[in-house]
């Protein structure tokens, strides 16, 4: 009998040796502490990243006397997604390494080359980036800081994701002591749209509106309010943007108009303790399934909190920290029935031939919400463009639901970061959810909505003269 | 010129390790004896064949100074493991010819793992292996004669204990376990030494008797021992000691309970140790979650996967790979190294050599009627499957890892010469149960002389 055992135990290890070298190893060794990666570069030339269209995002030439650069044709318009690996490693080119200083051509190729002791050519990988969304977007952020992210709602493909200010991944290295000098006030290295954490604004009254529909399922629709412009509770005001008084309103036009009044007085009726969990549900203090280096979200607001935080809270503007990833994976679940996407950039693998060497699918990450509850928040989202803050994307030609947000960072109230979340309501195509952030320029209609709209048209625009 | 070498050599390495194994467990099924002769010579050539060849690969990668060198270590390895299958066949016709060749196989694929790891530590470890396999020729006969080492039971045991603390005052300590003493520049690590005094012990004080007076006694003088381990923080030794002694006593008495009350104990213990020694904590920390803990704890294990998952199921190719980045390579994790360098399906046939020595001990275990004897391979087979499990397992994350060598393949001469003695105990106990087995033949056909002869009488009579 114990034989038996010994020999299921040697079994069950044997397996999970299997196991490992067949699931799990690809994804280990891809660490930056594994420097056995490094000793591939002495044999295999560094493969290509290319957009989802082919087009080349970064390739390694090497000159006549053997000496290998790395170029990236588009500059500085990928250069967070792409990353740089002269200079430690980022973005695609870390995520990707071990793809690239892998090579699959032929084996009788490689072993010609190894007689010959030339290197070989790496695979190369294709990503899911659009080149013109990419552009698009980084040409309509303009000079500002801040980032913009768009997703395939349907399937978690990143389609573009851009930081701005941004740099040169050519010239890391000939400028590496001023992007990392201590008096360097940009941070260009940081890629905003994911590691970036800003207090989202108006934009987290979907997560408000979502938790008033959860605790009042069956009156929630019979809400009303008188703003004038601003709401008092002890001796906490909460102001409407610009002091406006929005009048009798119903929740729709509460939530198009991105009545702050309204919207204190949901949240002094939540419950905190089941609001927080609907945070955590929504990723809020946790892990994000992506797979390029972010930063956590976090949220808090406990039993203890003073009706001033409840308010603030309720409006975007209290503890609450968001990256424009994030907020991009919530909305593209209330796009995609509820269901999260997992996000991801890395479409597929080829040798240098194109030969399919690995390809990946969608993955599921699980539901953020219900069916239901999506559906109604994109009803309520619709209406933000149809008569809200966003409707100047009303007249795009196909529908889309948003929500704007102005986030006041600071106590100087004239500073405040312009958002704008969002998604093509189309129901033909594979929808896109944008996320917009522009860093200290004003109102999220104002600054981030037009942003979204070059990026919504330049999609409809390839569509259409696509097909 | 030289990677197509190593390239090529990848596989030829897994071809041969591949027809080793199928050999391993083929040639037992075979009746006739010429054919399974003829299947232990060839493992032989086998073993010889991959020396070589990884004497070509690493000559291919060595400068020309050094080459000489090389080339006659490599030769004095074979000379020594072939000699040691020679003489072992010379001086006992009747061992088994398996465990003799897997031993000889482990030790081969040990030196080429340590002469590409560090050609200095392998020349000592063969210089110890020299004198252990010349030694340990004398300790079959020492069995099969030795009706006396059954007698000794409180002497393997008060010796093994006083060794064992002798180290936890006067040990060095090492990566937070006190395990060996050092005399100078020689070290010593007792405890591979006394986990066969332990097996001695528990096997001769069970087999004298299951009164449970005497088997308090007997317990609890094996649970200092395992005491004594975990003082010294080799918790690797003390889970193996433990081991060996619950299933040599769920033998020795038949009753599950005990065997049952024993696991349970043991998992109690382990809960207490998880809790009361922050050692334990790092080790299940650096197993449960060693990405988050990269840098320090978790750095070794990490290091350790990162090998075998490059290395992937063919391999870097010897002296292509890093196994120089794991922290104490050359003992606890020359799996990893293998791993590494010759790829996943070389390792798992070199998990199932270590099985097939496993499945040798305990069947010799179940054959052999001297029950002191059956005791004893049973608990060293126990000991050494679990080792194995151990250390592998610990490699690839599969357990925690608990700092175990791999028998016969990782460096440190203690933990080889202690295995050499381990597989020659064994050969013993297997020319005892051939010699018993002859025995009762003779006393069947002597039984049926003497009722023949009583038919003929009787059919005189009438």
């Not at chain 2, 467990?25 to 075979?30: A, I, N, P, T």
Request: hydrophobic share 45%; charged share 20%; aromatic share 12%.
């Amino acid at each position: 009998m114990i034989t038996y055992l010994f020999i299921g135990l040697f079994t069950c290890m044997i397996g999970y040796f299997i196991y490992f070298e067949a699931v799990l190893s690809p994804d280990v060794i891809n660490n930056p502490y594994n420097a056995r990666q490094d000793a591939f570069a002495e044999k295999i030339i560094r493969g290509k990243i290319l957009a989802s269209d082919g087009t080349v995002l970064a390739e390694t030439k090497t000159a006549e006397d053997g000496t290998e650069t790395r170029s990236y044709p588009f500059g500085n318009v990928f250069s967070h997604v792409v990353g740089y690996s002269t200079r430690g490693r980022t973005g695609l080119e870390t995520l990707a390494n071990f793809y690239l200083l892998t090579s699959d051509m032929p084996v009788v190729e490689r072993i010609q080359n190894e007689i010959k002791e030339e290197k070989n050519q790496g695979d190369q990988v294709i990503t899911t980036l659009d080149v013109n969304l990419q552009k698009t977007a980084w040409d309509a952020l303009g000079s500002n800081r801040g980032a913009a992210v768009v997703l395939e709602a349907g399937t978690g493909r990143v389609l573009a994701m851009v930081s701005k200010p941004d740099f040169d991944p050519e010239q890391i290295n000939a400028n590496w002591d001023s992007l990392t000098s201590e008096d360097d006030t940009e941070s260009a290295l940081y890629n905003r749209a994911a590691q970036g954490l800003y207090a989202p604004g108006s934009t987290f009254k979907i997560i408000t509106l979502l938790e008033y529909m959860r605790e009042n399922p069956s009156t929630y629709a019979d809400f009303t309010f008188h703003c004038n412009g601003k709401l008092t509770e002890g001796n906490y005001t909460i102001n409407c943007y610009n002091k406006k008084a929005h009048g009798d309103e119903d929740l729709t036009k509460a939530f198009a108009k991105s009545c702050n009044a309204a919207f204190a007085s949901i949240g002094l009726g939540l419950n905190t303790s089941s609001l927080s969990a609907a945070c955590d549900s929504l990723m809020f203090n946790r892990e994000l399934p992506f797979e390029l280096t972010y930063s956590k979200s976090s949220f808090s607001l406990d039993d203890s909190a003073v009706p001033a935080d409840k308010m603030m809270t309720a409006v975007g503007q209290g503890q609450t920290l968001v990256s424009p990833l994030h907020m991009a994976l919530i909305a593209s679940a209330i796009a995609n029935e509820g269901k999260l996407m997992k996000p991801y950039l890395l479409e597929r693998v080829e040798n240098a031939e194109s030969s399919l060497v690995k390809s990946f699918e969608p993955e599921e990450y699980g539901p953020l919400m219900t069916a239901a509850e999506a559906q109604n928040l994109t009803e309520y989202m619709k209406a933000v463009v149809e008569s809200g803050t966003g409707s100047k994307l009303s007249d795009l030609g196909f529908p889309v639901a948003g929500k704007t947000g102005t986030a006041e960072y600071s106590s100087d109230k004239k500073k405040s970061h312009a958002w704008f979340v969002g998604f093509s309501d189309t129901e033909e195509q594979e929808d896109i959810v944008v996320c917009v952030l522009i860093e200290e320029k004003g109102s999220g209609s104002e600054y981030a909505v037009p942003v979204a709209r070059k990026i919504f048209s330049a999609w409809h625009n390839s569509l259409t003269s696509g097909s | 010129m030289t990677s197509l070498i190593v390239e090529l050599s990848k596989f030829v390495f897994i071809l041969f390790i591949a027809m080793y194994t199928f050999l391993s467990f083929s040639v037992l099924r075979k009746k006739n004896q010429e054919e399974i002769n003829h299947g232990w010579r060839v493992q032989n050539l086998l073993t010889v064949l991959i020396q070589v060849l990884a004497c070509v690969v690493l000559l291919a990668q060595t400068e020309q100074e050094g080459q000489e060198k090389l080339l006659l270590f490599f030769l004095f390895q074979i000379v020594l493991l072939q000699a040691a299958v020679f003489f072992t066949r010379v001086l006992y016709p009747g061992v088994s010819r398996l465990v003799l060749n897997h031993m000889c196989f482990l030790m081969a694929v040990g030196f080429i793992m340590l002469t590409r790891l560090s050609y200095d530590k392998a020349v000592r470890q063969f210089q110890i292996a020299a004198v252990a396999l010349a030694l340990s020729m004398l300790i079959p006969v020492l069995i099969r004669k030795g009706a006396f080492l059954q007698k000794m039971s409180w002497f393997y045991g008060i010796a093994g204990l006083l060794l064992l603390v002798a180290v936890s005052f006067f040990g060095k300590t090492t990566s937070g376990a006190k395990l060996a003493i050092v005399l100078g520049s020689f070290s010593f690590q007792p405890s591979e030494f006394v986990k066969i005094s332990f097996v001695l012990f528990a096997a001769a004080r069970l087999v004298r008797s299951t009164e449970f007076r005497e088997l308090l006694a007997t317990t609890v003088m094996a649970g200092i021992h395992v005491l004594v381990l975990v003082v010294s923080r080799d918790l690797g030794g003390a889970l193996l000691f433990f081991t060996a002694y619950l299933v040599i006593f769920y033998v020795a008495t038949k009753k599950p309970l005990y065997f049952l009350g024993g696991l349970g104990a043991g998992c109690g213990a382990a809960f207490a140790g998880y809790h009361l020694f922050s050692h334990v904590r790092v080790r299940v920390l650096a197993w449960t979650d060693p990405f988050s803990v990269i840098d320090k704890e978790g750095y070794q294990i990490t290091q350790s996967l990162f090998a075998v998952g490059t290395g992937h199921w063919l391999g870097m190719g010897l002296n292509q790979g890093m196994p120089g980045k794991i922290p104490v390579v050359e003992q606890d994790f020359i799996f990893s190294a293998i791993s590494e360098e010759f790829g996943g399906i070389f390792a798992i046939c070199l998990i199932l050599i270590c099985m097939s020595c496993f499945i040798m001990f305990i069947n010799i275990a179940m054959q052999i009627k001297n029950v002191f004897y059956k005791y004893t391979a049973l608990g060293l087979g126990i000991l050494y499957g679990f080792q194995v499990f151990l250390t592998v397992g610990g490699a690839i994350r599969f357990i925690p890892s608990t700092g175990v060598t791999l028998p016969l393949v990782s460096y440190g001469g203690s933990s080889l010469t202690a295995s050499i003695m381990m597989f020659a105990i064994i050969q013993g106990m297997y020319l005892l149960k051939e010699d018993e087995a002859i025995q009762s033949e003779k006393e069947r056909a002597a039984k049926s002389k003497i009722r023949k002869n009583r038919k003929k009488q009787i059919g005189k009579k009438s």
